[in-house]
């Protein structure tokens, strides 16, 4: 007959006490405030609690007692690879994660893919707040968030009374770009938008769409747009949007093929991210197009790649949007009234703009 494996039973923070003959306060100091011992007995604790095989206290428990999980909830909206993969939202996750060095506290990322409606994740975080990184004003895990009594940051969007937000002023971030495509004289011109509600759509996007979005930068950013090119007497609702659920270079050519298939004779293209401007370079190539000879390409961000492709675009402190958020987030306690941080942003004009090509070019070359 087998016997049962005989095991020695995990010490204690009694046991342990009780071993050294110091208090368990003493013991608990040494893993959650050793400046109150000194090193020598600190060193002998630790010591003692390897050998007995004590692994220290109860996080759970040490949480229950204070009331303080020790970390801060990221909440994305997309796939948990965006956050390593988008150029943009990995700066933001970067600036976030040193102001949580800073303090002292940890960063749980909770993200919710697109179209998900279960909320769990959000109700089963272990977090003394929440940063919520850009997403649609209607989402459930935002609602899910504004649910739960703890101090909540917004980056980007939405943009909600008595919350707390950073991010860049996308309406004169974008007019920046306007200005600048209008002083070249682009009349012709498309844009290639990231997604604008919950519903997938690849395509086309009409007015009724662009105004109803449920992401306010991009509502914003296509609003400002049309505002500048409407003073110029450019009708609207004559200019292509094409906007792509998924935000990715691939996305970027495939919606700029799009786009120049039904309006070859657009001059520029307007891209709302620097990743769909990467996209909109790369299928101007294919179709041995020039730029900025024969199209102008911009972008908005102001990421590492669009610099190396010499990107026209806007440039946003991304790394410094999430630092700011997580030390407004870590400091909530100190205010009264929500606050708003309004980022700097700059045109940079780079090499892919250029006035049009009159008619005349475009027919007998260069």
């Known amino acids: ?31 959650n405030r ?3 011992l000194s090193p020598e007995l600190r060193r002998r604790v630790l010591e003692t609690a390897r050998r007995l095989g004590y692994p220290g206290p109860d996080p759970v428990a040490r949480s229950l007692r204070t009331r303080k999980a020790g970390a801060v909830g990221l909440l994305l909206t997309e796939n948990l ?21 800073d303090a002292g506290v940890g960063l749980q990322l909770v993200p919710a893919s697109p179209g998900r409606e279960d909320v769990a994740a959000v109700h089963r975080a272990g977090v003394d707040g929440f940063v919520v990184y850009s997403v649609p004003d209607d989402d459930p895990h935002l609602a899910a968030v504004m649910s739960r009594p703890v101090p909540t940051v917004i980056i980007d969007q939405p943009q909600l009374d008595g919350i707390d937000r950073v991010g860049p002023d996308d309406a004169a971030a974008t007019e920046q770009i306007a200005d600048h495509l209008v002083g070249l004289g682009h009349r012709q011109v498309g844009v290639l938008c990231m997604r604008l509600a919950r519903d997938r759509n690849d395509g086309f996007a009409p007015v009724d769409r662009q105004q109803e979005a449920h992401y306010h930068v991009q509502r914003t950013r296509l609003a400002t747009l049309a505002k500048k090119f409407a003073s110029v007497g450019v009708e609207w609702s004559a200019v292509p949007v094409v906007e792509r659920f998924e935000h990715t270079v691939d996305d970027g050519a495939s919606a700029a093929r799009e786009l120049l298939d039904a309006n070859p004779h657009v001059t520029a293209l307007i891209c709302t991210s620097d990743i769909l401007a990467l996209g909109a370079l790369a299928e101007a190539g294919r179709r041995g197009l020039r730029v ?16 190396r492709a010499g990107l026209t675009t806007v440039h946003q402190p991304v790394l410094e949007k999430g630092k700011a958020a997580g030390k407004l987030l870590l400091s909530a306690g100190d ?16 090499t892919t703009s250029a006035p049009p090509r009159t008619a005349e070019e475009r027919w007998f070359g260069p």
């Open 335 to 350: 205010r009264v009234a929500p606050k708003v941080i309004t980022l700097p942003t700059e045109l940079r004009v780079g």
């Open 81 to 101: 690879s965006y956050a390593f993969r988008d150029p943009a939202a990995v700066g933001v996750l970067e600036g976030l994660a040193l102001a949580c060095e």
């Open 1 to 31: 007959m087998n016997r049962p494996m005989r095991t020695r039973r995990q010490a204690t923070l009694a046991s342990l006490a009780a071993e050294l003959g110091v208090s368990r306060t003493t013991v608990s100091n040494a893993y």
């Open 34 to 36: 050793p400046d109150q």
């Open 292 to 307: 900025p000879a024969d199209i102008t390409v911009t972008g908005f961000d102001g990421v590492a790649e669009a610099t």
